[in-house]
């Protein structure tokens, strides 16, 4: 069965220094994964996927994140924070039910300070 | 604009009452989703559906019910069997075909007093 662990329920870092979200998946078939953002009361917006192609994968907001086979890991990066990326982070694994259906890490919620 | 909508933002209902959560998506997607999500646990499968007139039970199924009459819509209601239903409710949709990724609404916070 697949799933998701993210480690650290919460990262604090300054602005302009570097982020690192940490996620581990455990997957029985090649995996789909992606990290998903979500702004207080807000609904969760796809920032990247990774799907078996480039193991470094670009998204918005200059994140990225490296697929590692070896260590079951998709870690997400920033090099420089903005006090606009404080928000909760949710790593996921496709694979779920029917194989349709996302299965989600509990987030981690990254706080920005100046 | 193509998207996910969900109405009310945030609902209040008495504990004994069933309530009902609105997802329409003008994507033409095929596949929709609700989640529930509470604080410290990411998001829970309550129910998803691959097609019209079909849906199958998520992890936590118990005290929800569903339908999908329209492509478009996909309602969820929360009856007074459910023993904790104060929670922010997601609904998603992934068109066919594709890498799996899923589209949110903005979501419905419920509160049951």
């Known amino acids: 069965a697949q799933s998701v662990t993210q480690l650290g329920s919460h990262v604090s870092v300054s602005e302009g220094a570097l982020v690192l979200l940490r996620c581990n998946y455990s997957?029985?078939?090649?995996?789909?994964l992606f990290w998903y953002v979500q702004y207080p009361n807000q609904g969760l917006q796809l920032l990247l996927k990774y799907t078996s192609a480039a193991t470094l994968v670009k998204g918005i907001n200059g994140f990225e994140a490296e697929f590692k086979k070896s260590e079951t890991s998709f870690h997400l990066t920033k090099p420089s924070a903005h006090m606009s990326d404080a928000a909760e982070y949710f790593c996921?694994?496709?694979?779920?039910?029917?194989?349709?259906?996302?299965?989600f890490g509990k987030g981690t919620t990254l706080s920005v300070s100046s | 604009d193509g998207g996910i909508t969900q109405s009310p933002k945030y609902l209040f209902r008495k504990e004994g009452q069933n309530v009902t959560l609105s997802c329409e998506q003008n994507l033409n997607h095929d596949a929709m989703y609700w989640y529930r999500q509470d604080p410290g646990q990411g998001l829970r499968l309550i129910y998803y559906s691959q097609i019209v007139n079909d849906f199958q039970k998520g992890d936590i199924a118990e005290g929800y019910s569903v339908s999908r009459e329209k492509k478009e819509s996909f309602p969820l209601t929360v009856t007074s069997a459910q023993k904790n239903p104060t929670a922010f409710y997601l609904c998603?949709?992934?068109?066919?075909?594709?890498?799996?990724?899923?589209?949110f609404g903005p979501g419905t916070r419920l509160t049951v007093t």
């Open positions: 998603a949709s992934r068109a066919s075909g594709s890498s799996y990724e899923q589209y």
């Open positions: 996921a694994v496709s694979g779920g039910q029917a194989g349709t259906a996302l299965i």
């Open positions: 997957s029985s078939v090649p995996p789909y």
